[in-house]
């Protein structure tokens, strides 16, 4: 037996199965962003969409495929010519695709979702290989459900879809159902049972349903499975995927266990868990595994007695192993571009030279009110600039008048296209309301609030404000977000920011996607 | 072999271990809030906290083990006759008390933190849980660490402790660094080993740092393990502890696997979350296991086409079975005392009747503003009602003109044991800004802003929001939280309140508290 640890592969669905969870869709520019942070990251397969579901997916999948290099670039489609068709346009610019086909195969998926049986289901995914097989060659079979699936049903659905040409096969917990002895169980009988096994690699899909997904995707590597597919931050459909930074590091910590390695570059593990949360706005807790806040906070006064002996006494893992810095100051208002250029790459941004002019000339300007620039600053910046890039309407001015109690006075005037309109009105919950209202009222859009947040993402008196908000207009979903150093600017932008998304018809009703979890 | 399902004791350390994690401090009202609603959640064993630690945590264990019924009060000593003494004076009163004694044991503690060797520990051990037993016959014993002590040794320690009276011995993995199959290992060793091990309860406490802590300790439970120490949110020291919720309901789901069963009233979890969450501020992310907000939602819309078909194709649990309600719109305008009372309880507080007529006067200000009263804005009340019983500084009145880009103009007039002070400056980053420092100015007290939050607890234009802040003072962090239809008073009560906690010598240096992690 060798003792080289053996290469798990790293396949990251933050971008299909992440992104289509509640909360955590993505404009094109975002997208890319990601695809580029998770080659960074050193990710062996990126899943960037479901090229079939909405033309944004196509176009998504489409563009990261022809610009995107160093990593596979996989899209998903569901076991019929059209969805294979349409996944292999939007790869096809990829040097290195992947075409992932599923079908489902539980008993009760059988029954009550499609309505075939166990003959045509294996029919089906043959035929379904055999297609994407045809345009390339590097093919991801996942019957979907495998893990309420007859033991046996499954291992004949495997073997058949690796003769027709799967390269890998993977075995979703799609509902979130396994336990790790139940799953290494089922990863166990495919390794025995399956004649043809070797000529694929066994992929695992968890769900974290029962805060079970990292662990899950541990046993099945210890019985065999080569690759892992996961999201940042764990997002995903209802309590999302496995983890990335958790399976990852069980791996890494754990070496002297699992005696496997993979290709990732641990200390980008926490800037590229900051850029997904600054894209989407969706907060990782503060006690989530290696890249939460207290991740690595000793608070315990005989703790810190003992870190002061020994590291090792309470810390398995050095903060720097997965990119927290012990301190993220960095700029000031005698910084140049270049400086600006390094720590924008750092945090995971990739700017052009228009791009970076423009985030420029804003850190000038911000450089000039705070005297400390910290990392979380800079990154407020690029992603302000990344929301305005569609907005009809813009902040012209506004002006507000408020005393406590009492219903506020509030002045907005914004840009459209040029021309300039105000409005000045008197009512509302306090000043945030009375703006929002005053909004609608120019943009002639009505929306509901669902919800509304903002935190500072620096510290101090002069720290950076960034809101964020999901309003709903006539059942479409939509989100905000604005950044200020002045709260309720901040809010105001991203209310506004919102309306546009509104007017620019993004956001899509829920029933229309036609999504599926794998 | 029976096949009656085995009973687990579920221990919560959600007042001790989660309660010494950065941002979940909590004071005597809040402390005794959560412990009744431990009980009314089922819980067998409230850790209430680590009596020499402080005197705040002296107090919050002897209040709650002299007014809380229902569960076995506990209470942590480090191996040593102060600490046990102590920990008795605070537990007397409770009529079932357990007194938990820990002491570290791994070679690495033994040398770095400790400097004694193994005879020197198995003596400690055996005099501390005698001098215990001299108090009350329910002693647990925990050898830190445990997880990375060598076999033969944990199990000499084991064996000595229960000789010596311990009822039960649980084993931490205090740093997170077990993995299923290895802590399995660990568990089965003891079994094996022990002679004396079937004379007292097999306990586990998991910390979450590889994300492996609800897996851990369902791994446990499957070699034997009866109790597991888990957390309401997973709260707890660095990545926090296994979460209470995920270990309940994975048991539960799949009793057909675990064959064990808990005293928890699951449709608890949910409000019992959202109580902590309330009083602490801090939030669990969207995608939670069992708790978040997304964690039933299927957005997919080839799953809400499969939901329609049959429920189980994609549905392990039922929304209803954790305590989600499809509907938490509650009460109006014409919603009587009664009503409120009902909805309060059902969200886990307990009011008397003074704190209930404070309640109901404010729900019927809330009432006029807002046509529908939703559960979040009744827990906001409440929540808002707790926090300010300790405040010397009250908000009078306040004003503000702000012209967005200039410098705002605001006035703050505060109450301060009946005299009013006011005052009015120009300038700070937005009104908020602003507010914060006049407040300062008045108040005398400054501090730096390390994290502002601001959120709507509900949903719509007239939605509540609620703001959480956290301030340094000199080295000492203390939150503030407000309350309000208007965001931007919501974060002036927030800000006013933090400085509150400050002048009343709240909120602690991290360097003083001799807590520690089992």
């Known amino acids: 037996m060798s003792t080289e640890p053996r290469r798990v592969v790293i396949f990251d669905t933050t971008l299909r199965d992440g992104e289509q969870s509640p909360g955590c869709s993505m404009n094109l520019e975002e997208k890319l962003e990601v695809a580029q942070a998770l080659v960074d990251l050193g990710v062996d397969v990126i899943e960037a969409g479901f090229p079939i579901a909405s033309p944004?997916?196509?176009?998504?999948?489409?563009?990261?495929?022809?610009?995107?290099?160093?990593?596979?670039?996989?899209?998903?489609?569901?076991?019929?010519?059209?969805?294979?068709?349409?996944?292999?346009?939007?790869?096809?610019?990829?040097p290195d695709a992947r075409i992932h086909v599923f079908l489902a195969t539980s008993a009760i998926h059988r029954e009550f979702k499609l309505r075939m049986d166990k003959d045509e289901i294996i029919a089906r995914a043959v035929e379904g290989v055999k297609?994407?097989?045809?345009?390339?060659?590097?093919?991801?079979?996942?019957?979907?459900?495998?893990?309420?699936?007859?033991?046996?049903?499954?291992?004949?659905?495997?073997?058949?879809?690796?003769?027709?040409?799967?390269?890998?096969?993977?075995?979703?917990?799609?509902?979130?159902?396994?336990?790790?002895?139940?799953?290494?169980?089922?990863i166990k009988t495919l390794m025995n049972r399956v004649p043809n096994i070797d000529r694929a690699v066994v992929s695992v899909h968890c769900h974290n349903d029962l805060g079970l997904a990292v662990a899950n995707s541990l046993s099945a590597v210890e019985h065999g499975a080569g690759q892992i597919e996961c999201t940042i931050n764990g997002i995903g459909e209802r309590a999302g995927n496995c983890s990335l930074e958790e399976v990852v590091m069980a791996m890494r910590t754990r070496s002297d266990y699992y005696h496997t390695t993979t290709r990732i570059n641990t200390p980008r593990l926490v800037p590229t868990s900051r850029l997904l949360t600054n894209i989407t706005g969706m907060q990782v807790q503060r006690n989530k595994a290696i890249?939460?806040?207290?991740?690595?906070?000793?608070?315990?006064?005989?703790?810190?007695?003992?870190?002061?002996?020994?590291?090792?006494?309470?810390?398995?893992?050095?903060?720097?192993?997965?990119g927290f810095t012990h301190t993220d100051l960095v700029l000031g208002k005698h910084s140049g571009r270049a400086a600006l250029?390094?720590?924008?790459?750092?945090?995971?941004?990739?700017?052009?030279?228009?791009?970076?002019?423009?985030?420029?000339?804003?850190?000038?300007?911000?450089?000039?009110?705070?005297?400390?620039?910290?990392?979380?600053?800079?990154?407020?910046?690029?992603?302000?600039?990344?929301?305005?890039?569609?907005?009809?309407?813009?902040?012209?001015?506004?002006?507000?008048?408020?005393?406590?109690?009492?219903?506020?006075?509030?002045?907005?005037?914004?840009?459209?296209?040029?021309?300039?309109?105000?409005?000045?009105?008197?009512?509302?919950?306090?000043?945030?309301?009375?703006?929002?209202?005053?909004?609608?009222?120019?943009?002639?859009?009505?929306?509901?609030?669902?919800?509304?947040?903002?935190?500072?993402?620096?510290?101090?008196?002069?720290?950076?404000?960034?809101?964020?908000?999901?309003?709903?207009?006539?059942?479409?979903?939509?989100?905000?977000?604005?950044?200020?150093?002045?709260?309720?600017?901040?809010?105001?932008?991203?209310?506004?920011?919102?309306?546009?998304?509104?007017v620019a018809g993004a956001g899509q009703p829920v029933e229309a996607r036609p999504h599926d979890v794998v």
């Open 131 to 186: 297609r994407a097989k045809g345009y390339c060659d590097n093919i991801e079979f996942s019957p979907e459900d495998a893990a309420r699936t007859e033991p046996d049903f499954l291992s004949a659905v495997v073997e058949a879809a690796i003769d027709a040409g799967a390269t890998t096969v993977n075995i979703p917990d799609t509902v979130g159902y396994a336990t790790p002895s139940h799953f290494a169980s089922v």
């Open 56 to 94: 944004g997916d196509f176009e998504a999948v489409r563009e990261i495929a022809r610009t995107v290099r160093g990593s596979t670039i996989c899209g998903l489609a569901r076991c019929n010519e059209k969805d294979i068709d349409r996944a292999w346009e939007a790869l096809k610019d990829a």
């Open 341 to 502: 250029a390094d720590r924008a790459k750092a945090l995971g941004y990739h700017l052009t030279g228009e791009q970076l002019q423009e985030v420029f000339d804003e850190f000038k300007k911000l450089a000039d009110k705070k005297k400390e620039v910290y990392d979380a600053d800079v990154a407020a910046l690029i992603e302000k600039r990344m929301n305005v890039v569609e907005d009809q309407w813009r902040l012209a001015a506004f002006e507000v008048h408020a005393v406590g109690g009492a219903e506020p006075t509030v002045s907005v005037t914004l840009d459209h296209g040029g021309e300039q309109l105000s409005r000045t009105t008197t009512g509302g919950d306090g000043p945030l309301d009375a703006l929002f209202r005053t909004i609608e009222e120019i943009t002639g859009v009505s929306v509901t609030v669902r919800d509304f947040r903002v935190h500072s993402v620096t510290r101090g008196k002069d720290a950076q404000g960034e809101s964020t908000i999901e309003v709903d207009h006539n059942g479409r979903i939509c989100r905000g977000r604005g950044v200020s150093t002045d709260t309720v600017e901040a809010a105001t932008l991203a209310f506004l920011n919102a309306i546009n998304r509104v």
């Open 291 to 322: 890249v939460g806040r207290n991740a690595f906070a000793h608070e315990a006064g005989i703790h810190q007695d003992g870190m002061l002996k020994e590291r090792t006494t309470y810390e398995i893992m050095r903060p720097e192993d997965v």
